[in-house]
């Protein structure tokens, strides 16, 4: 069996990202898979997109990558992250992949940001089945045309991690590397079985929080005097979304 360690929103947070390499690292993994929105919100979006293009065999396209791509340079919030990544990097999150599939234990795994409808739609734990269960829309095979249903969906975007079953399938978040918005402390997923196997055979899901230098962050984020400076802090330190802050 094959451990994949899943990431998802690191959102420009060094400390948090290299809290997380860290423990992959001890525990041995080599695969990890990024599930998108490596920039954005904090300050070390040049460092964090060139680790993870060395680090990450696979990575997906987030919101956050869509919206320093396509707005204007001069926007406060993704402007100012277009200008530090610059135009190579900018064009390298722009043409990441939607979205990806493969086999783990003989179940069909489907990754994704935010939803398989775009990178935008938003599912929380909390919303109705109908809409938790749209995460798992058909996928249709280039080759063959044939329609197939995952077994499995990762997805990030919510910053809130969990896992669900739901009709005899898992549906489960990451939760966030540098921005969780449930408690503050680093999260990723391991998913762990037969990697690309077509065969029936066990697998697992775990969900781990990894503690990180928090006022390091806090204090890379001052020097860089980003956007939105304070309701950022705050969420590091409390693990509050800034809609939901009060002064």
């Not at 490596?38 to 040049?46: E, M």
């Not at 919030?77 to 722009?94: I, N, P, S, T």
């Not at 329609?147 to 739901?166: E, R």
């Not at 781990?208 to 962050?217: L, S």
Request: charge should be negative; aromatic fraction near 8%.
């Amino acid at each position: 069996m094959e451990r994949i360690a899943l990431v998802s929103d690191i959102h420009g947070n060094y400390p948090a990202w290299q809290a997380v390499l860290a423990d992959i690292d001890q525990k041995g993994i080599t695969r990890i898979f990024c599930l998108g929105d490596l920039v954005g919100k904090g300050p070390d979006a040049v460092k964090i997109t060139d680790e993870v293009a060395l680090r990450c065999e696979v990575i997906i396209r987030g919101n956050w990558e869509e919206l320093v791509a396509r707005m204007n340079e001069n926007d406060e919030l993704f402007g100012w992250q277009a200008r530090q990544l610059g135009a190579e990097r900018v064009k390298f999150l722009d043409e990441l992949p939607f979205r990806h599939e493969f086999l783990l234990s003989g179940r069909l795994v489907s990754l994704v940001h935010a939803s398989p409808e775009n990178v935008f739609h938003r599912v929380q734990p909390w919303d109705d089945l109908e809409r938790r269960m749209g995460m798992f829309a058909p996928i249709v095979n280039p080759d063959t045309q044939e329609s197939l249903i995952p077994d499995i969906v990762g997805y990030g975007d919510i910053h809130n991690a969990y896992m669900q079953h739901l009709e005899g399938r898992l549906l489960f978040n990451t939760g966030s590397v540098g921005n969780p918005l449930d408690m503050p402390a680093a999260s990723y997923a391991i998913l762990e079985g037969d990697y690309l196997s077509e065969v029936i055979s066990p697998y697992s899901l775990q969900l781990v929080r990894v503690p990180y230098d928090i006022e390091q962050a806090v204090q890379d984020a001052r020097d860089a005097d980003i956007p939105a400076l304070d309701y950022y802090i705050k969420e590091l330190r409390t693990g509050v979304y800034r809609a939901m802050q009060q002064d």
